[in-house]
């Protein structure tokens, strides 16, 4: 079954392709980079058995180019582009990737993950003026997938993760999440066309397609999930109304014997900063652990953001413990452009490599399943009150609004101490 659907899934994504393209061949004359909205794929696989399709617009304003991508009811401004000639090269925010193509009636050349610098690069093309993000699928949905339902991912064996997907179905257009312990998979878009389930993203941090069949109105079957050439995996879902996952401050506690935390790291300016200078003296702070290369610690960044400018003259601190690549000097403009993007003006600080030693040694006051990011709450005294590990973002909607309210009164009742 799996490889009939396989063949279904890529003869209509070539029939699409191939004939955009031709039509692309068949213009003549010079090239240029036409405005509104443009369909892009990403290949992940040399046998484009995996390929993420995403929407953007193009904009022009006076000589100036952007690119708006959308997942859903996100949308990505991309500042950094450069058009030279026949070529585009566009910088994605906050993340490294980048694209790099020919422009014509359609869009060819490559997506790199990573960015140029470190050449790993997938198949990248696209066409404009699509604005459905699967069109080579137009049966009348079979289902209404609405709700919420378990989502097992490697059903069966022993690196089985089980995880919510959140979903909202109107006509045959899918918007929403999946969570997990650790976060969740951000704005996902997608279809249902007969009894098949697409879904995808591109943000620029992750590229992922999501597909399975649909075996009835309960249960999805013969799924597979990709982000690269290395996470291919298989899933199911079973719809269950009230699917619960464990509270993420039940994850990670703090170890016996200890109530306060400290840190100390590299601001952005490469100056050592300590939590016993003395601006944190007598402040609350909300340490936040993570990294410029982590979408969840994005919208996290953007959430304590509006904290700090409500309550930073009542004494709330924020403070970003980064955690990098091997050195200062390479980290230093990633967690810049982090920082830029979130706009906020907490403080940054690089406090090692990436790697489970260096987190479990600068994050010493913990135990637990911990991943990024992590978050801990001190009150005036340096004392841990809350404990946090990973964060459900904006768009999982109720998830993320419990959480807010509740970290915000949290916040206040800790600020009025004294």
């Known amino acids: 079954m799996y490889l009939n659907y396989k063949r279904i899934y890529m003869r209509k994504l070539f029939m699409f392709v191939a004939g955009a393209m031709l039509l692309a061949s068949c213009t003549g004359g010079k090239k240029e980079l036409t405005t ?31 690119l708006v991508i959308r997942n859903a009811d996100e949308f990505i401004q991309v500042d950094e582009v450069e058009v030279k000639g026949d070529t585009i090269h566009a910088k994605l925010p906050v993340f490294t990737s ?7 009636d359609s869009l060819k050349g490559f997506y790199y993950p990573k960015g140029l ?3 790993v690069k997938y198949n990248f093309y696209a066409v404009k003026g699509q604005t459905d993000r699967f069109p080579w699928f137009t049966e009348t949905p079979a289902f209404d997938v609405t709700g919420r339902w378990w989502f097992i991912e490697n059903p069966g064996t022993p690196d089985s993760t089980l995880m919510i997907a959140e979903l909202k179905q109107n006509g045959s257009i899918v918007t929403g999440t999946i969570l997990s312990t650790s976060g969740d998979y951000r704005y996902l878009e997608g279809k249902v066309s007969g009894s098949k389930f697409y879904f995808s993203k591109n943000d620029g941090a992750q590229t992922i397609i999501i597909k399975g069949d649909i075996a009835d109105a309960n249960t999805m079957v013969n799924g597979l999930i990709s982000g690269s050439p290395k996470w291919v995996a298989p899933w199911k879902a079973v719809r269950d109304d009230n699917a619960k996952l464990p509270e993420s401050d039940k994850l990670v506690w703090v170890k016996k014997g200890i109530s306060t935390f400290e840190f ?13 200078d003395p601006k944190f003296q007598g402040k609350v702070i909300a340490v936040l652990a993570g990294g410029s290369w982590c979408p969840n610690c994005l919208d996290e960044g953007r959430y304590y953001k509006a904290l700090y400018e409500k309550y930073a003259d009542k004494g709330l601190e924020v403070v970003s413990l980064c955690f990098e690549d091997k050195t200062f000097e390479a980290a230093q403009p990633k967690v810049q ?3 830029k993007s979130i706009g906020a003006n907490y403080t940054y600080l690089y406090v090692a490599p990436r790697g489970r030693e260096q987190r479990d040694s600068v994050l010493y006051a913990l135990e637990g399943q911990m991943a990024y990011p992590t978050s801990m709450i ?19 909607g109720a998830h993320y609004e419990k959480f807010a309210k509740e970290t915000e009164e949290l916040i206040v009742k800790l600020l009025e101490e004294k």
């Open 36 to 66: 509104g909205p443009w369909l892009g794929v990403v290949q992940l696989d040399s046998l484009g058995n995996f390929t993420v399709p995403f929407n953007f617009e193009v904009k022009k304003d006076a000589e100036k180019v952007t």
């Open 264 to 276: 100390a790291g590299k601001d952005l300016d490469g100056n050592i900063v300590k939590s016993t």
């Open 337 to 339: 452009r982090f920082a």
């Open 98 to 104: 980048e694209i790099v193509a020919v422009i014509g």
């Open 378 to 396: 001190l009150d005036r005294k340096g004392n841990i009150r809350k404990v946090e590990t990973g964060f459900s973002g904006p768009g999982t």
């Open 117 to 119: 610098q470190f050449g």
